[in-house]
C-alpha cells in the first residue's frame, strides 16, 4: 500500500518507538498525525499533525480522528502509546498490592490499543480501496507478551492481549480490506532507557545475541514501513529482538 498522500495516525508518537514511526512516515509523504498525552518538541515532527489525547478516552479518540479525517484519507494507524510500570504481586511484608495499578496498564496498553484500533478501523473502512486493501493498522505488542519478568504482570498481560487478538481482528477486519500486524519490540533506546547510565546500557545491550546493543527507534519504525508495503504481511506478531529472551529478572 502506498504511504505518499495518505493519512498516518501515531499514537504515542511523541517520543520513543512513536515519534521514530511518525518521522520516518512524515519523510515517505505521509500526512501524518500524532495523538500523545505529552505535546513533543516544537521541531521533532516537521509538518505532522498532533493532538493531545489519552488513548483511554474513547469520546477523545473519536474527535482526534475526525480531526485527522479532515486530511485526506486515514489508511495508516501505528499504536505506540504503552505504559509500564512495574509492580509485584506483594509487598514485602507479604500483603497484598491493590490493584488499581494493574487495571490501569491493562487500560492504557490494551484496552487504549483496542479503543484506537476499532475507531480507526472505521474510518479507514470509510475510503475507497487502493491497490486491493484500504489500510493497515499496526499495534505494539512487546517480547514481555512472551518472556514476561518478575514485576511484569500487568504489562505482560496487557501485551500478550495485544499480541492474541492480532488474529482474530485480522479476521474479522479482512471484510473490510483492512490488515492487522502486532510488532513485538525486544530491549530498544527509548527515552525511558536513556536515563540509566551509559554502562547500565551497555550491560543491556549485551544481553541480546545479535546485534550485541540495544535497538534503535528508526529500526522499529522501518519494520512498520515493511508491514505497510507488504500486503501478505497480515494477522501476524513480529518479534524484533535481536533474539533475546527476557529472564526472570
Given at each position: 500500500m502506498k504511504v505518499e498522500n495518505n493519512v498516518a495516525v501515531v499514537t504515542g508518537g511523541s517520543s520513543g518507538l512513536g515519534l521514530a514511526t511518525a518521522k520516518r512516515?512524515?519523510?515517505?509523504?505521509?500526512?501524518?498525525?500524532?495523538?500523545?498525552r505529552q505535546k513533543p518538541p516544537s521541531d521533532a515532527l516537521g509538518t505532522a499533525h498532533f493532538a493531545e489525547c489519552d488513548v483511554t478516552d474513547e469520546d477523545g479518540v473519536r474527535r482526534a480522528f475526525e480531526e485527522a479525517s479532515a486530511l485526506g484519507p486515514v489508511r495508516i494507524v501505528v499504536n505506540c502509546a504503552g505504559i509500564g510500570d512495574p509492580q509485584r504481586v506483594l509487598s514485602r511484608d507479604g500483603s497484598t498490592k491493590p490493584l488499581a495499578p494493574f487495571r490501569h496498564v491493562l487500560q492504557v496498553n490494551l484496552v487504549g490499543t483496542f479503543t484506537v484500533l476499532s475507531i480507526g478501523a472505521g474510518f479507514i473502512a470509510q475510503t475507497q480501496p487502493q491497490d486491493g486493501e484500504r489500510g493497515v493498522i499496526v499495534n505494539t505488542a512487546s517480547v514481555a507478551a512472551f518472556d514476561g519478568q518478575i514485576g511484569q504482570a500487568a504489562y505482560s498481560a496487557s501485551k500478550g492481549g495485544v499480541a492474541a487478538m492480532t488474529l482474530p481482528l485480522a479476521r474479522d477486519l479482512a471484510q473490510s480490506l483492512i490488515r492487522v500486524v502486532a510488532v513485538a519490540p525486544g530491549i530498544f533506546r527509548t527515552p525511558l532507557l536513556s536515563t540509566l547510565p551509559e554502562a547500565a546500557q551497555v550491560a543491556l545491550g549485551e544481553q541480546i545475541p545479535h546485534p550485541k546493543r540495544l535497538g534503535e527507534p528508526d529500526e522499529f519504525a522501518a519494520l512498520v514501513e515493511h508491514i505497510?508495503?507488504?500486503p501478505m504481511l497480515n494477522g501476524e506478531v513480529i518479534r524484533l529482538d535481536g533474539a533475546i529472551r527476557m529472564g526472570p529478572r
Amino acid at each position: 500500500m502506498k504511504v505518499e498522500n495518505n493519512v498516518a495516525v501515531v499514537t504515542g508518537g511523541s517520543s520513543g518507538l512513536g515519534l521514530a514511526t511518525a518521522k520516518r512516515l512524515s519523510n515517505m509523504g505521509a500526512k501524518v498525525f500524532v495523538l500523545d498525552r505529552q505535546k513533543p518538541p516544537s521541531d521533532a515532527l516537521g509538518t505532522a499533525h498532533f493532538a493531545e489525547c489519552d488513548v483511554t478516552d474513547e469520546d477523545g479518540v473519536r474527535r482526534a480522528f475526525e480531526e485527522a479525517s479532515a486530511l485526506g484519507p486515514v489508511r495508516i494507524v501505528v499504536n505506540c502509546a504503552g505504559i509500564g510500570d512495574p509492580q509485584r504481586v506483594l509487598s514485602r511484608d507479604g500483603s497484598t498490592k491493590p490493584l488499581a495499578p494493574f487495571r490501569h496498564v491493562l487500560q492504557v496498553n490494551l484496552v487504549g490499543t483496542f479503543t484506537v484500533l476499532s475507531i480507526g478501523a472505521g474510518f479507514i473502512a470509510q475510503t475507497q480501496p487502493q491497490d486491493g486493501e484500504r489500510g493497515v493498522i499496526v499495534n505494539t505488542a512487546s517480547v514481555a507478551a512472551f518472556d514476561g519478568q518478575i514485576g511484569q504482570a500487568a504489562y505482560s498481560a496487557s501485551k500478550g492481549g495485544v499480541a492474541a487478538m492480532t488474529l482474530p481482528l485480522a479476521r474479522d477486519l479482512a471484510q473490510s480490506l483492512i490488515r492487522v500486524v502486532a510488532v513485538a519490540p525486544g530491549i530498544f533506546r527509548t527515552p525511558l532507557l536513556s536515563t540509566l547510565p551509559e554502562a547500565a546500557q551497555v550491560a543491556l545491550g549485551e544481553q541480546i545475541p545479535h546485534p550485541k546493543r540495544l535497538g534503535e527507534p528508526d529500526e522499529f519504525a522501518a519494520l512498520v514501513e515493511h508491514i505497510i508495503g507488504n500486503p501478505m504481511l497480515n494477522g501476524e506478531v513480529i518479534r524484533l529482538d535481536g533474539a533475546i529472551r527476557m529472564g526472570p529478572r
